[in-house]
């Protein structure tokens, strides 16, 4: 399930949009998916894949994981999305998704189909609706204009968000040849290396994330090496700005997206996994999800990729955590001298 980003207070009149506001927040246009839109108090946005038609099992387990952060945060009202050619399987999907919904005590405010820049009511006829459907425009839309105004941008597709984390391959094989010798050299560790290597890293971060640059590739190479002891990742997540700082929050994101692009494989996950937390604290769900995919291609183990991943489908809502209070509460300064040395997992 795709967690929806945060999103500027939009006024919403009509089924065209509700329609353009779901790619503002979600990122990218979805295609084949449920998009739920709820409004108010503990609001959130999500998107998941359709199940296959006559895949009741499927359609129960979508609409209970949808359901669930709709109880937990209390909603007051959502709309219903369905993203597909397929008029059974949406009208299926509405109906069970709006009977959970209306059972929860939720007001439903609308259910629409779209495919192809025309939308239907997802059950049933409305007046003034043709059978062949309403042409709208989302990429036209004033929402649209609106996300450009504030530096947010909607991609095609889920897959063009997977592609801004593809590997680029020369940096990649030069990042991992330094990476080599740096691990090799890593691999006998003085009693300080630890407290060493968590501030060189924290501070390495925290200047790259405040000048909105991407270190050098000798720079990465050590500091890929170094996230994979807990110490320093966690001194490095400790380092997160808070996403009450929007910008930061977003230029966070920004670099740990160069930094995974760049990173070889066998030391991918922790890197992917730090993208995941600050995508998600950055409230850019759709970005977490895919960085979480690609730390657990690398390592399906690795525990902080657990925890956002958790976030994510309970719809916690950025900055309601701080991994600093989380980490090193009552420990004092999270760079003091400590003993960890264990690998990050």
Known sequence: MTTARETPS??????????????VVLGFTPTDSVVLLTFGVGSFHARADLPARGDAQGSADLVAMLLDPVRRHGVPRAAVLLFTPDAVLARSVARALEGGLRRA????????RAHEGRWWPARGRRPGVPVWGVPYDAAAHPFAAQAVVDGRVTLPSRDALVDTLAPVAGLVDEVGALAAVVAAAAAVREPTWASRERRWAAD???????????????????????????????????TTPPAQDARAARDAADLWTEVVRRCPRRWRAP???LLAYAAWNSGNGALAWCAIDVAEEADPTHTLTGLVAHMLTAAVRPGSFDPAVALFEGTGDPLDDDPWDASAG
């Open 271 to 273: 890197a992917a996994a």
């Open 10 to 23: 939009l006024t919403v009149r009509a089924p065209e949009d509700l329609l353009a506001l779901a790619p």
């Open 204 to 238: 390495l971060v925290r200047d790259h994330v405040r000048d909105r640059t991407v270190p050098a590739p000798g720079e990465l190479a050590r500091l890929v090496v170094g996230l994979g002891s807990f110490a320093v990742r966690d001194a490095v997540w400790a």
């Open 105 to 112: 005590g939720v007001d439903v405010i609308d259910a629409l």
